[in-house]
C-alpha cells in the first residue's frame, strides 16, 4: 500500500495503475470496449441535446416549418424526387455499418486481410457520405440562401438546426472515417496480431454509433 | 485479452440484420409520401425504433452482453425521456405566449395544433 507522499512522486503512474487496474465489474468486457461505451452514452447525451433544442424550438415556433422533403428535393431524370440525396446517403451508411459488422467478425476469426479490407470499404463508404453531405450543404448556402439565423422557406430556426445538427453528425462521420484509417493501418502493421483484434469491435461500436445517430436524424428532422 | 472475450456469431446473423435495415430504411424513406399526420409520424417513430434496435442489439452485440453492461449502456438514455417532456411542456407554453403576444401565427403543418393555443388565440 503506497502511501500518498510516495504516489505523489510518481503522479502519471498512478493514474494510469488506478484507472488501469481492472476492476471487473463488466465481467469479460475488454477496458477498451468499456471505455468505448461510456463516451457513446455521453455523446448520446449530446446528441440528444440537439434533438431536444431542435423539438423546442419546432414546436415554439409560430411560423410554418420549412417542409423538409420539398427542401431537400433533388432533379434527376427530369422529376424531383423527395429527399433523393438523403435516401442515397441513408442506404450509404448502412452498408458501411454492414461492413464494419463483417469487419469484426473477420477480425475474430483472425483473417486479418479480410478485416482490414472490409475497414477500408467502410471508410471509404464513410467519406462517400461526407462528401454527399458536403455537396447538401454547398446546395443550400449557395443556391438556396439557407443560413443559420434565416431561410427563405419559413421559420428561421430551421437553419440553425439543420446546420448544428448534420455538421456535428458529419464531423463524427469525418473523425470515424479518420480512427477506422488509423486502425486499419495498425492492423496491417501487425500491432494487434497478440491481441483478440477486440480494436475492431471496439472501432465497430463508434462507427455503429454514428449510424444509429443518422437513423435518428433521418426520422427526426428529415421525414418529420 | 482472454480467449472468452469478444463477440463471435455467425455471419449469417449479421447478413440478415443487414438486409433487414434496408428493407426497414426503404419503408421509412417511403413514408415521406403519407400526408403528415396520425400515421406518418407513428410510422416514422415505429421504423426508427426498429432500425436503432436492430443496430444496437445486433451490430453492437448488446442482445449478447451481460445485465451489468446493457444497464450502464442503455439506462441513463430512458432518463433523456424527461427532458424530452420538461421541453414539450416548455416550448408548448413559449408558443402559447408568442400566439398570444405576436398574434400572426399561421396555422403551420410542423406541429399538431395544441388546446391551449385555440384557447389562448384573441377572438377575432
Redesign the interface.
Known amino acids: 500500500m503506497k502511501t500518498i507522499s510516495e504516489a505523489r512522486g510518481t503522479l502519471v503512474t498512478t493514474l494510469a495503475d488506478d484507472w488501469g487496474s481492472d476492476i471487473a465489474?463488466?465481467?469479460?468486457?475488454?477496458w477498451g470496449k468499456?471505455m468505448m461505451?461510456?463516451f457513446?452514452?455521453s455523446d448520446?447525451?449530446i446528441f440528444?441535446c440537439f434533438l431536444?433544442g431542435y423539438?423546442?424550438?419546432?414546436?415554439?415556433?409560430?411560423?410554418?416549418?420549412p417542409?423538409p422533403?420539398e427542401v431537400f428535393a433533388l432533379h434527376a431524370f427530369g422529376v424531383s424526387v423527395?429527399?433523393l440525396l438523403i435516401?442515397i446517403m441513408?442506404?450509404i451508411l448502412?452498408s458501411s455499418?454492414?461492413t464494419?459488422?463483417?469487419a469484426?467478425?473477420m477480425g475474430?476469426q483472425r483473417r486479418k486481410k479480410a478485416a482490414t479490407n472490409l475497414i477500408l470499404v467502410t471508410a471509404l463508404l464513410g467519406a462517400m457520405f461526407v462528401g454527399m453531405q458536403a455537396f447538401e450543404w454547398s446546395k443550400l448556402i449557395l443556391d438556396e440562401g439557407v443560413r443559420p439565423w434565416t431561410n427563405p422557406f419559413?421559420?428561421p430556426q430551421f437553419g440553425a438546426v439543420f446546420f448544428m445538427v448534420t455538421g456535428f453528425h458529419g464531423l463524427h462521420v469525418s473523425a470515424g472515417v479518420i480512427y477506422l484509417l488509423t486502425i486499419a493501418f495498425r492492423i496491417r502493421r501487425g500491432k494487434y496480431d497478440e491481441?483478440?483484434?477486440?480494436i475492431v469491435?471496439i472501432s465497430?461500436?463508434y462507427w455503429?454509433?454514428v449510424?444509429?445517430v443518422w437513423?435518428?436524424i433521418?426520422?427526426?428532422f428529415y421525414?418529420? | 485479452m482472454t480467449k472468452e472475450t469478444g463477440q463471435r456469431h455467425p455471419i449469417r446473423i449479421y447478413l440478415v440484420v443487414w438486409g433487414l435495415l434496408f428493407l426497414v430504411s426503404a419503408l421509412s424513406y417511403s413514408t415521406d409520401f403519407l400526408d403528415r399526420g396520425f400515421w406518418r409520424w407513428t410510422l416514422i417513430l415505429l421504423f426508427m425504433v426498429l432500425k436503432a434496435g436492430f443496430i444496437v442489439a445486433v451490430f453492437m452485440h448488446m442482445r449478447w452482453e451481460r445485465l451489468a453492461l446493457m444497464s450502464v449502456v442503455l439506462v441513463p438514455p430512458v432518463l433523456l425521456m424527461v427532458l424530452v417532456g420538461l421541453m414539450t411542456i416548455e416550448s408548448d407554453y413559449t408558443r402559447s405566449m408568442r400566439i398570444e403576444h405576436f398574434e400572426t401565427a399561421i396555422p403551420g403543418e410542423a406541429m399538431p395544433v395544441v388546446e391551449r393555443e385555440i384557447r389562448n388565440r384573441r377572438p377575432d
Do not use: C, Q
Open positions: 465489474t463488466l465481467k469479460g468486457v475488454p468499456v461505451w461510456v457513446l452514452v448520446t447525451f440528444t431536444v423539438m423546442s424550438v419546432r414546436m415554439s415556433t409560430i411560423e410554418p416549418w417542409n422533403s423527395p429527399l435516401a441513408t442506404f448502412i455499418s454492414g464494419m459488422a463483417m469484426v467478425n475474430y419559413g421559420a491481441s483478440d483484434f477486440e469491435e465497430g461500436l455503429h454509433f449510424d444509429l437513423v435518428f433521418f426520422a427526426l421525414l418529420w
